[in-house]
Structures are given as C-alpha cells and as structure tokens.
C-alpha cells in the first residue's frame, strides 16, 4: 500500500470535506519551510547559528539566531503565494505587511518561528507553532496597510493550526477543524508521511507538566491542585502522578498528545500586569484547537482558551491543556 503524503492528505481533504484550495496551497508552503528550519536547527552549530542576537523581541526576550532565521523563513516562504492578507510573528511588534508586488489572499497566518529557543544551545527538542484565521470583511482586498484588528479573533475561528517538532524525527502535526493528523519527514523522500491518524488523548491521565521551580509564585487553586498530585496514592486523589518539564511547549504537549497528561503554565505573582507567560495568538491558541480536536481540554483555569477574546497581538494568558479529566479537575479548583 502506497503511503499518504502531506500533499495527498490535503488533495483528499478538498475532494471530501470541501477544503479550500488555497488554504490546501498554504499548509503546504508552511510544511515547506518547518522542513527548511527543521535542516537548519540539525545543523546546529555546523551551521553557525547557535547563540544569542544583540536584539530583543517585544517581550523582552533576548532572540536566539534561529529565532531570528526560522522568522525570516516562513515570512520569505509565505508572503508571495497570493494566500495571505498578512501574517504575524511572535518575533515581531506588529503585523506584517505583505509586499505591493505580491497578490493578497484570504487568510492570516499567525507564528510562534521557533518555540522553545532557549533549548536550542543544548540540543533538546524545539518546534514552530502556527495558526491559520480567514482575513475578515474585504480586507483581503484593499490597498491600505492591515491594522491588528484583523488578527484580533477568537481561537474559535481558527481554521487550521499546527506545529512542527525537531526531535529524533520531524513531526508535522495538524488539525483541519476534522481531527488531528501526525506526519513524520521522510528526508529520503523529502515529504512529510502520514503516520498517526485521528490522534487522541486519553480522558485520564497520571503525568503532569509544569515548572516547580515556580510554586512559591502560583495562586491557591494551583497550589492546591499541585500538592493534590504530588500527594499520590496517598492523597485525595488516589494516584500517584509522575511530573515531566522539558521547558519546550510544542515538545511538551506532543507528548500530552500522544500519550496523554497535563500541562499548566498558569499566572503567578510576579507580574500583577502579565495574565500569564504564554502567548494567547501564537501558542494557545492553536495548541488548544489541536488538543480539543483530539479530544483533550483547555483553559485559562476560568474559561475556554479559545472563547478568549484576543485584545493585542501580544496578549498573554494561562494555560491548562491536556487530558480532559484533570483540566476539568484544575479549572473547578480556579471557579470554587
């Protein structure tokens, strides 16, 4: 039996589910260029990009050399392919504008370029996240610059989102709205294969992920939570729980996702101002449409993530993902 590409998949999924054609297109240019980052983080530091810039991105946060390179791969990837009306970045204050030369499209791509970069120097697990939303109104089609009002949607709008993981093997996951679908890079062949369908999390779990390093820091339906599990068979919750913190989003929730657990990365009281670490359009959002899809849960502890109302592009919230059972559990102990 011949097996299914990325590029199969998505011919059959405009063929049964009706698809779009140009968002079919735009999965594929965005697959094309998680396989040019995924060549450039395994050269490491053959290929001189490790360490740090002398530049900052808006939180603040130091930018490592493949942040900076995975970026500029996916804007040069996607800006001419006449699918977007304009993307946004993590790495980048504002939207990005696509060049006059170029036609527009229908869709706003939205990117974390390089998730968990501070791994990068010690060769552990990193990815790019990516959320697909259609360009409202006839934006798609003006002249005028695309304010961030356009991207200011809800991640229930949300009509394709993935990520890449560079570990062992370069994993695409993704989720048309339809479930979720793992491809594995063949380089050999230079496709990504389909070579987990339907995944699912399972409802109940005994792993969790969070860093404790934190804990002193974290309000009291989170302190609660927490002791509860590490009180295992002991404690009121009659299990006992193994913790696993890899300090890479997309490294730990491909694990959640393919096995089950939790992940919290919840507010703290270090920074009264800041809702939370995680970035609502870049990283929660479409982690959450992906763990919903396979049947997992997510929240702020107080709401659904993706019934959040983004207001900036840079908006920051908590986040409970994972098996729905204990993220239930979790969001209860915020709304006691």
Not at 3 to 27: C, G, H, K, M
Not at 137 to 158: H, I, S, V, W
């Amino acid at each position: 039996m011949s097996r299914v590409t990325l590029s199969r998949y998505l011919i059959e999924q405009t063929r049964s589910n009706n698809t779009p054609a140009d968002l079919r297109f735009l999965i594929e240019v965005v697959a094309r260029a998680c396989k040019e980052i995924s060549h450039a983080v395994s050269k490491g530091a053959l290929g001189g990009i490790l360490g740090a810039t002398e530049t900052e991105n808006i939180q603040g946060e130091v930018q490592k050399k493949l942040d900076v390179l995975s970026n500029e791969i996916l804007l040069e990837a996607n800006e001419w392919g006449g699918h977007l009306a304009g993307m946004a970045s993590e790495e980048m204050d504002n939207a990005y504008q696509i060049p006059g030369k170029y036609p527009k499209g229908a869709y706003l791509l939205v990117f974390d370029p390089l998730d968990g970069s501070s791994n990068i120097d010690v060769n552990v697990s990193v990815g790019t996240i990516f959320s697909v939303l259609r360009c409202p109104g006839e934006c798609f089609t003006q002249n005028d610059a695309l304010g961030e009002e356009a991207f200011l949607q809800p991640g229930t709008k949300q009509v394709a989102a993935g990520y890449a993981i560079y570990g062992p093997q370069t994993m695409l996951m993704l989720t048309l709205g339809n479930g979720v679908m793992g491809f594995t890079l063949d380089r050999e062949l230079g496709s990504f294969v389909l070579t987990h369908e339907n995944v699912r999390v399972p409802e109940s779990t005994a792993e969790f992920a969070i860093n404790m390093s934190n804990q002193r820091h974290w309000e009291a339906p989170v302190q609660r939570y927490v002791s509860e599990l590490l009180a295992g068979d002991e404690g009121p919750l009659n299990k006992n729980y193994n913790m696993r913190w890899i300090a890479s989003m997309v490294a730990d929730v491909h694990r959640i996702l393919t096995r089950g657990g939790m992940f919290m990365y919840p507010r703290d009281s270090r920074g009264p101002g800041k809702a939370g670490k995680l970035r609502l359009m870049y990283e929660a959002n479409p982690m959450s449409f992906i763990i919903e899809q396979a049947g997992g849960a997510a929240t702020t502890g107080t709401q659904r993530i993706l019934d959040v109302q983004p207001e900036s592009l840079h908006q920051r919230v908590p986040v409970f993902l994972g098996s729905k059972e204990e993220v239930e559990r979790v969001t209860g102990y915020h709304r006691a």
